[in-house]
Nanobody
């Protein structure tokens, strides 16, 4: 089992920045690729970004590429999502997830999920 706990969400004005963190416990963190997903009110959960087990391979949704940066620290068992130039459409609950099989944009392939952290961007 892997337990994931997100933090860092909050209320921010459009154009501002936030950094989300997700701390993992349980099995060896470096065995898992990590992803961030989000779910806006009335919408389905969608892929945001993912990072490979070693941290070298990353990918982003078109809507956040160039604004968000995903990174990880395997010593601290933590994955981060640096969010810059935030827009009102970034308002959502953000979830981190762990995938033993590797990086994927498909949320069905992720094995463990955190409880989510709310990000609200005011315009």
């Amino acid at each position: 089992q892997v337990q994931l706990v997100e933090s860092g969400g909050g209320l921010v004005q459009a154009g501002g920045s936030l950094r989300l963190s997700c701390v993992a416990s349980g099995r060896t963190f470096s065995f898992y690729a990590m992803g961030w997903f989000r779910q806006a009110p009335g919408k389905e959960r969608e892929f945001v970004a993912h990072v490979s087990q070693g941290g070298r391979i990353t990918a982003y949704a078109d809507s956040v590429r160039g604004r968000f940066i995903i990174s990880r620290d395997n010593i601290k068992s933590t994955v981060y999502l640096q969010m810059n130039s935030l827009k009102s459409e970034d308002t959502a609950i953000y979830y981190c997830a762990a995938n033993y099989e590797g990086t994927s944009t498909n949320q069905k392939e992720y094995d463990y999920w955190g409880q989510g952290t709310q990000v609200t961007v005011s315009s």
